[in-house]
């Protein structure tokens, strides 16, 4: 568990050196539309989010996300349509906060993804 918590914390940092050193560039007018599908059935999260080759950042934006439901204190048992707007808002509030590059996409539609994924996969 050690070098599992080891692992998280270096994931961690590579992902906020990586967002640090991101250049600034000017915002788009035109933001990114969700694919048609869902995340594993119709299309790859990570590549429609253009991480693939950054899966330190893929992977510590699942997690953050995650954390952000729990703390949101949205119901795993309850399906993602009939959550609460208020938490939801929340979530993509706080996910676009942590990682900017989220704002990049039209309705927070990853952020959205990677929550019914959380729900989901909570469930089983």
């Not at 070098?3 to 270096?10: H, I, N, T």
């Not at 253009?50 to 953050?64: D, K, P, Q, T, W």
């Not at 309850?78 to 906060?97: M, W």
């Amino acid at each position: 568990q050690t070098a599992e918590l080891a692992k998280e914390k270096a994931l961690r940092k590579a992902a906020e050196k990586a967002a640090a050193t991101k250049k600034l560039v000017p915002r788009k007018l035109t933001k990114i539309p969700k694919p048609k599908g869902s995340a594993g059935n119709g299309f790859k999260l990570v590549e429609e989010m253009r991480l693939v080759g950054n899966e330190a950042l893929y992977s510590a934006i699942l997690r953050e996300v995650a954390r952000l439901s729990i703390q949101a204190g949205l119901d795993y048992c309850t399906d993602f349509k009939n959550q609460p707007a208020a938490e939801l808002g929340l979530v993509y509030k706080l996910a676009r906060e942590m990682f900017p590059m989220l704002e990049e996409f039209e309705n927070d539609w990853p952020t959205a993804e990677i929550i019914k994924q959380y729900l989901y996969n909570k469930r089983k």
